[in-house]
């Protein structure tokens, strides 16, 4: 840790003037880029007591080994050099956004002769158009593929169009109409350039011009006569009116304006923005920032100003800019907005009317983003390493878990007792290896024995597989079963592969259950933990007292998650196999009647007490139903006792109910039954 006083400028040394300045640390790295209407007010805030520096601007500073300026004219200059020193050295405490580059824009290539209409990312190209971004690139290709019957621009690859070009045979979109076809010379280059120019006009926000001329052409060609032509136009215009309907008007006056909205707390900040032309929401954008730097509100709508016009020049930056606080000062900003696009550009905060109302939309969503990135900061694989990593030393692994299994039981009352097993590889689950068990081995409640037969039963198929690569042989049945399908990297999907750790919900009797199936079966390299609800404390085997893991723990943030699913994994199991025993019929007893023949039956007779009544040969006649499964359908039904007749008690008459039909299908099965 550097101390600032090492390298603080000598009194004097810094200019009372606009510029750029840079720390870096001891191996001349860049890690902090800042601008500054006056360098020596500003450079003075850094070399304060540090008890008065905000935390992060302290780390800041002692991490930094020098600091050095740059005097420029004015604040405007300023602006464009830190935006510029930002992308070209990437410090690691200025604000960063996070999946900039990602988002799918609809691009015209204006700069090639026969421009071409497609799905672009990544960075901007010179002479092509570019519309959006869009949250999906499947929201792009709807769009295009309606515009192209109006629109019949090229879309093709060059390699196709090259081709078609040397067979003299276009795509399968010439032939349709989708595709004016500049490869075979149906139309000439400056026709189709013209073509991509309407194109880029409309999604631009200029679309009533063109289709009122649209209708006026329709109403020529029917008053002509023509009327396939106008049929066609007819078309061409309801497919128009389709693609705007994509985008609702959002401000009636055909503002071109980008709305900016922010939700932050204290150590990250999600931006979202929405993108308006011609009144239409054309694009939609976010970020999440880490706040690694002291930064206001302002601030925050500074840097997103820079990242979205730092490289934009011209119509890309809209003539009004509505934002949730005003960068300070906001002159400039404003000034440098207003030399990127060439006019006049006004930066200000909507006080009332629709953009106000569209302000708080943007707002939403912005929340609902950062929301959205919390729930799934067990997807960062920095977090999920972490997390790994407490557990491992938590428990004293020689390793890290990268296979955790976790299982839980469920019932109600001691009925329809179940257990589940759920499987999460490198901290995130792995839904194809989820399993779940029914309870054979006693009857009643009791979590404890349930445990044992759960992980004598897995870690048993577990060594079966492993004996015999390919197959496993039941111990209960001394049936021998293929693994049957692998996944798609070519993995078994039974239990050919065994956890590093094993959790299971429940305290020190759970843990003992399943330490003791383990050592049974002669597996002494598989770590056993549980999860204790009340307090979430961690038990071990052999050991009185629990491991307790700090409430800010990854660690034990990844084994709730993972308790958690199996918990809700088993009693959705239980639950549906309760559901399908009360609604259980006589039919059911039937094997091999699967729910497809038993509705037809039901259909086919009106009801179970006429299908009761049935001869067997009345029974054959229903398509599917052959004279065995009929003499089992007898069967089943005489020894089913009917079930009494409902009385009404006030006229003592005897209300005829028809007995229910056997259950429909069964529960959705993922994962798989064992």
Not at 443 to 464: K, N, P
Not at 589 to 594: D, F, N, S
């Amino acid at each position: 840790m550097a101390d600032p006083s090492s390298y603080r400028p000598k009194p004097g040394q810094i200019p009372d003037a606009p510029g750029v300045y840079k720390f870096r640390d001891e191996h001349r790295r860049v890690i902090y880029v800042g601008k500054a209407k006056s360098l020596r007010q500003r450079l003075a805030n850094y070399f304060q007591d540090l008890a008065g520096l905000h935390p992060r601007t302290r780390s800041m500073v002692t991490t930094a080994a020098s600091v050095e300026w740059t005097v420029v004219t004015n604040e405007v200059e300023a602006l464009q050099l830190e935006y510029t020193w930002i992308k070209e050295f990437d410090p690691r405490f200025n604000v960063k956004y996070r999946d900039d580059k990602s988002y799918p824009y609809l691009a015209v290539t204006m700069n090639e002769q026969y421009p071409r209409v497609q799905v672009m990312r990544g960075q901007k190209k010179k002479g092509v158009r570019y519309f959006g971004p869009y949250g999906h690139a499947w929201a792009i290709r709807d769009t295009v593929d309606l515009l192209l019957r109006a629109f019949p621009v090229r879309t093709c690859s060059a390699g196709v169009f090259k081709n078609a070009t040397r067979t003299g045979r276009p795509c399968l979109l010439g032939y349709i109409g989708k595709c004016s076809a500049p490869c075979v010379e149906r139309v000439t280059a400056d026709v189709h350039r013209e073509l991509a120019e309407d194109f880029c006009d409309f999604m631009a926000g200029r679309t009533g011009t063109y289709i009122r001329r649209l209708e006026r052409q329709m109403a020529d060609a029917a008053e002509e006569m023509e009327y396939e032509r106008a049929a066609r136009l007819r078309d061409d215009i309801e497919a128009l009116k389709k693609a705007m309907a994509k985008s609702a008007v959002v401000l009636a006056d055909a503002t071109d304006a980008d709305l900016i909205a922010l939700a932050e707390d204290e150590l990250e900040a999600a931006v979202q923005i929405f993108h308006v032309r011609g009144g239409r929401v054309r694009g939609q954008r976010g970020w999440v920032t880490d706040k690694v730097e002291a930064v206001t509100s302002g601030d925050l709508v500074e840097h997103a100003l820079q990242q979205l016009y730092g490289e934009e020049s011209g119509d890309a930056v809209p003539k009004e800019v509505l934002v949730p606080a005003l960068p300070d000062p906001i002159e400039p900003v404003q000034a440098w907005l207003t030399e990127r696009r060439g006019a006049n550009v006004s930066l200000r905060i909507p006080q009332r009317g629709d953009k106000k109302a569209l302000m708080e939309t943007v707002a939403r969503n912005a929340q609902q983003s950062l929301v959205l990135h919390k729930t799934k900061r067990a997807s960062d694989l920095t977090t999920r390493s972490r997390a790994l990593e407490e557990i491992a030393a938590a428990l004293e692994l020689d390793s890290v878990p990268l296979r955790v299994e976790c299982y839980d039981i469920s019932h109600l009352q001691g009925d329809d007792v179940v257990a589940s097993m759920v499987v999460f590889e490198d901290g995130l689950a792995r839904k194809s290896e989820y399993r779940r068990f029914q309870i054979k081995g006693f009857e009643g409640q009791d979590d404890v024995r349930s445990m044992h037969e759960v992980i004598t039963r897995r870690f048993r198929r577990y060594l079966a597989e492993k004996e015999r690569t390919g197959e496993w042989v039941d111990e209960e049945t001394g049936e021998v079963s293929d693994l049957g399908p692998t996944e798609e990297d070519g993995r078994p999907k039974r239990f050919a592969y065994p956890p590093q750790l094993v959790v299971v919900d429940g305290g020190q009797p759970q843990v003992a259950a399943a330490k003791r199936a383990l050592d049974e079966l002669g597996i002494d390299d598989i770590a056993v933990c549980g999860l204790a609800k009340r307090l979430e404390e961690v038990w071990v085997p052999g050991e009185d007292d629990p491991v307790i893991l700090p409430r800010t723990s990854e660690g034990l943030y990844l084994l709730q998650r993972v308790r958690d699913e199996a918990h809700r994994f088993a009693i959705t199991y239980q639950r549906n196999k309760r559901a399908k025993r009360f609604r259980a019929g006589p039919l059911d007893a039937v094997p091999g009647l699967g729910d497809a023949r038993k509705q037809t039956l039901i259909k086919h007779f009106g009801s179970v007490k006429k299908l009761r009544s049935a001869t067997i040969d009345q029974i054959c006649e229903v398509p599917g139903v052959g004279r065995k499964t009929a003499e089992a359908i007898a069967v089943a039904l005489a020894q089913a006792a009917p079930a009494a007749p409902a009385v009404n008690t006030a006229t003592g008459e005897i209300m005829e109910e028809e007995e229910p039909v056997a259950a429909g299908p069964s529960e959705e099965r993922r994962g798989q039954e064992t």
